[in-house]
C-alpha cells in the first residue's frame, strides 16, 4: 500500500473518530500552536503551552514575549479555522489578517529607507530579508508575488478532485507563502495556517509539523527551492501528516 493511500484510510478513520470530541479537539489545537511556535524558538514546554491557554496561567521563568507568541498563535489558529468553516475565499486581506494575528504582540513597527510598515498589521515588508545563505524575493516584487499567488491559488481550488490533490494545493501554498516571505516575522507560523487553511476548507483533517522535525523540514524547505523541486517538500509534509495522524488516533483509542 503507498503512502498516500495509507493517508486516506487513517483520515477516513479520524473523521468518525473525532466526533464529539470536543476536549480532544481542544488539546489538538494547543499541541499545533506548541508545536509551532517550538519550531519558530519558543521554549515553553507542551504542559505549560496548556496551562497559558486552558487556565491562564503564565509560566514561569519564560520569556514574557515568547507567552506572547504562544497567545498570538491560538487566536490566528482559531480565526484561521472559522474562515476556513465559512469558506471565506482566499485574498491578500484575509492572509495579512491571519499574518497580523500572528504576530500581534511581538511584532514590530520598521522604519526603513523604502518607509514605515507596521507588521502587526499584517503589512508586507519593505526590507529585504535573509536566511542564512537565502535571500528571499526583493521586498518591491512582494506585492506582485503575493498577487499571482492568491490567484493561482484560488484557479486550483475548485478544481482539485483527489485527496492528493487536495494535500498538494495545501502544501503548495505553505511552499510558495514561506517562498516569498511577505512579512518582516511570522512567515513560517503563517504558512502553516493557510496550508491548514487550505485543508480545512476542503473539509481535510488540518495538522502540524512535530517540532522535533524542525531541522529536516528547514532542510527541505531549502532543498526544494535549490532545485526547484517541490515534490521533495510534499514527501516530507505527508510524512508529517501520517506521523499527526497515527498519534492521534492512538490518543483517541487510549
Known sequence: MNRISKLEILVSRYRPAMQGQADLQKLTYYAFTYHSTAIEGSTLTEGQVYNLLDLDMPAKNKPFTEQQMVIDHQKALIFTLNKAKEHA???????????????????????????????????????????????????????????????????????????????????????????????????????????????ATVELPVFYVFKSSRIPYIQTLEKARTNDNITVFHDFMYRQYQKFLEKELKAIEE
Open 89 to 199: 475565499t482566499l485574498t491578500e486581506t484575509l492572509i495579512r489578517q491571519i499574518g497580523a494575528l500572528a504576530v500581534k504582540n511581538t511584532g514590530s513597527i520598521y522604519s526603513t529607507s523604502s518607509g514605515t510598515f507596521d507588521s502587526t498589521r499584517g503589512e508586507y515588508r519593505l526590507l529585504n530579508v535573509f536566511a542564512g545563505a537565502r535571500r528571499f524575493p526583493d521586498s518591491a516584487k512582494v506585492p506582485a508575488l503575493m498577487k499571482t499567488l492568491v490567484s493561482e491559488i484560488n484557479s486550483k481550488i475548485g478544481k482539485v478532485q483527489t485527496f492528493s490533490q487536495k494535500c498538494e494545493l495545501a502544501f503548495e501554498l505553505h511552499y510558495r507563502f514561506v517562498s516569498i516571505h511577505p512579512f518582516a516575522d511570522g512567515n513560517g507560523r503563517t504558512g502553516r495556517l493557510l496550508m491548514n487553511y487550505i485543508l
